[in-house]
């Protein structure tokens, strides 16, 4: 079956960089989360996205900007990059937004800012 | 204020026995969904089990089994019969459903589960 599939694996950036992250969710998702893990830490939700549109928004910093495309992957640009965005970046994807649905993660991308 | 509180930051547990990861929640919404997930030291987020708010029943997938107690807010996971590929962290999240808008999963902050041979 398919999965949520992110690009890339992993990425290095010097400081002030900008990075953009890629997200295909499991076909038939209308839902798209993204989320960040520092090391040692829980998951934080971002933002995400219903049916293309910006739905809600997490702790996200300004530098930060998401969006979904007509063929529903998503992408995470971030600018000005910092020392504390090293960070594991999670996107996940739902079939619908109930309480009962399960969210279905990528692998990843494991951002490293030098 | 912290929805999910996951009090174990690590637990140690011997191959072939039982272990009980605890997680207690807080919403005032009547309909919600609880997950457990496990991520191992490689990385990825691996759903586990699956409690509704509404099942009267306490969730079991294989090894995994999740005792719901609604009155108190708990969801705890009890892993039966450990085995060394067990060692990972586990989260507890839950899933709201708000009259209006759109519901995320919100993570607690985990517990680092160590099998021992």
């Known amino acids: 079956a398919a999965g949520v599939i992110q690009s890339p694996r992993h990425l290095i950036k010097e400081k002030r960089e900008t990075a953009t992250l890629k997200c295909y969710p499991i076909?038939?998702?209308?839902?798209v989360y993204w989320y960040q893990q520092g090391p040692g830490q829980d998951p934080q939700f971002l933002i995400s996205f219903y049916e293309k549109m910006q739905s809600d928004k997490g702790s996200i910093p300004d530098r930060f900007s998401a969006q979904q495309f007509s063929d529903y992957h998503s992408e995470l640009n971030m600018s000005s990059l910092e020392l504390g965005d090293s960070a594991l970046y999670f996107c996940?994807?739902?079939?619908?937004?109930?309480?009962?649905?399960?969210?279905?993660f990528g692998s990843g991308t494991q951002l490293s800012v030098l | 204020a912290q929805k999910i509180t996951q009090t174990q930051p690590g637990m140690f547990v011997q191959e072939k026995e039982a272990v009980t990861l605890d997680c207690t929640y807080d919403?005032?919404?009547?309909?919600?969904?609880l997950f457990w997930y496990k991520q191992p030291s490689s990385g990825e987020m691996i759903f586990l089990i699956y409690?509704?708010?509404?099942?009267?029943q306490n969730a079991t997938e294989g090894r995994y089994s999740l005792n719901f107690q609604k009155a108190r807010k708990s969801a705890n996971l009890v892993i039966s019969a450990s085995q060394l590929g067990d060692s990972a962290m586990y989260f507890c999240a839950m899933r709201e459903a708000p009259a209006e808008g759109y519901n995320k999963l919100i993570f607690g902050a985990g517990t680092r589960l160590a099998v021992h041979p």
């Open positions: 996940a994807s739902s079939p619908s937004r109930a309480a009962n649905e399960k969210l279905f």
């Open positions: 919403t005032s919404d009547q309909s919600y969904g």
């Open positions: 076909p038939r998702h209308d839902t």
């Open positions: 409690q509704g708010s509404y099942d009267e």
